[in-house]
């Protein structure tokens, strides 16, 4: 019998071997697929970095392809001129455009600074009084705690000093009122614990975060935002430099050819004399409140929760002397996305 098991083995062994056989065969299925998916995964992400190299080739097939066009439009006498001056204005637009940018940056961080301030001013208030209100419940849980034990102790004294007959008949009842006071005292101990518990949370209260602004607070602000828009398109519109610079900003070099070296010099000219006036100019601040009044007047909006105005309602430029007067042309500046004004709004 010994030998035949040795040979053949016994069924608990063939059953035992049957079942790791199993177990690796189902792991060896769990591992292909495994595989499987790691090999779909990774030809998915060289997809992509084959998309991603083709981009990149056509791009710089495309910056080669100007670079070229320019090199060859530098060699041409009758363009050389032409292309400094497409820089110059495309750089008197950038510069516009920052200082636009700048410009309202500051004025939206200057409201939202103000919104908190007044928010912080407004929670302090709150806190302090709340603070107050607690403390004087304090002061008169203490005061009547105060009073209570005096009169205990004037009670106590009163029994101690009491003849034996009186006394006889009056334990019960003052032993009944010292109870009651010492009731009361216990009552008003555990109300002032919970009043300064009460304190000390007022006065631990974090102060509220910064809210973001309202309807009528971005409307403002994009009102200011468009009369410093038109500040710089009436400084630099004369001679039409403010729509040459707008036309080199959206236009690629070679679409405009600004004349020979005589006209190009004159254009030149007059940027750096623009320039140099706007950088020197004085205080605007007045000016700016008072053009962003006259266009808060005529802005409309298309619903209630929009902040940014119809394009045709703020069209009307103001241009506001140094002696107060008042003229006004068309000019559609968010329409037309002057100073890339339309990106710099509050939404």
């Known amino acids: 019998m010994t030998s035949l098991t040795a040979i053949f083995g016994s069924s608990a062994n063939k059953a035992d071997a049957g079942e790791a056989e199993s177990e690796k065969l189902l792991h060896l299925y769990w591992n292909r697929a495994e595989l499987k998916k790691e090999f779909s995964r990774m030809r998915s992400e060289q997809f992509k970095l084959k998309d991603c190299i083709k981009e990149h080739e056509g791009a710089t097939a495309r910056l080669q392809q100007k670079l070229e066009f320019l090199e060859n ?18 750089g008197l637009n950038l510069r516009c455009e920052a200082k636009l940018a700048k410009f309202a940056e500051q004025l939206k961080q200057q409201r939202e600074q103000k919104q908190h301030r007044q928010l912080l001013r407004a929670w302090d208030e709150q806190r302090t009084a709340e603070a107050e209100a607690i403390e004087r419940e304090i002061s008169g849980s203490r005061l009547k705690v105060q009073l209570l034990e005096d009169r205990l102790q004037v009670e106590r004294h009163r029994l101690a000093t009491m003849n034996g007959l009186l006394k006889l008949f009056r ?4 032993t009944a009122l010292l109870d009651k006071i ?11 614990r919970s009043l300064l518990q009460r304190y000390d949370e007022v006065q631990n209260r974090q102060p509220p975060d910064t809210q973001g602004l309202d309807i009528a607070a971005k409307r403002l602000i994009n009102c200011m935002i468009i009369a410093y828009a038109q500040q710089l ?26 004349g020979g070296k005589e006209s190009s010099d004159a254009i030149l000219l007059l940027i750096k004399k623009r320039l140099a006036s706007f950088e020197n100019g004085g205080d605007i ?4 409140q008072r053009r962003a009044r006259l266009i808060a007047e005529q802005a409309r909006f298309s619903s209630d929760e929009d902040t ?5 309602s703020v069209a009307t430029v103001f241009d506001i002397r140094q002696d107060g007067t008042v003229t006004t042309s068309n000019g559609d500046l968010l329409g037309e996305d002057y100073w890339s004004l339309s990106k710099v709004l509050s939404r």
Do not use: C
């Not at 530098?74 to 204005?89: A, G, K, N």
């Not at 334990?171 to 003052?174: E, F, V």
């Not at 010492?182 to 002032?192: L, V, W």
């Not at 940014?308 to 045709?312: A, I, L, N, Q």
């Open 182 to 192: 010492a009731a009361d005292i216990g009552a008003s101990a555990r109300e002032e």
């Open 285 to 288: 601040a007045d000016i700016l």
């Open 233 to 258: 398109y009436l400084h630099f519109y004369r001679d039409e430099v403010a729509a040459m610079a707008k036309e080199a900003g959206a236009k690629s070099v070679g679409a405009i050819n600004y």
């Open 73 to 90: 439009l530098l060699l041409d006498p009758d363009w050389v001129h032409s292309i400094v001056t497409h820089f110059q204005l495309r």
């Open 308 to 312: 940014v105005p119809v394009t045709d």
């Open 171 to 174: 334990r019960r009842s003052l």
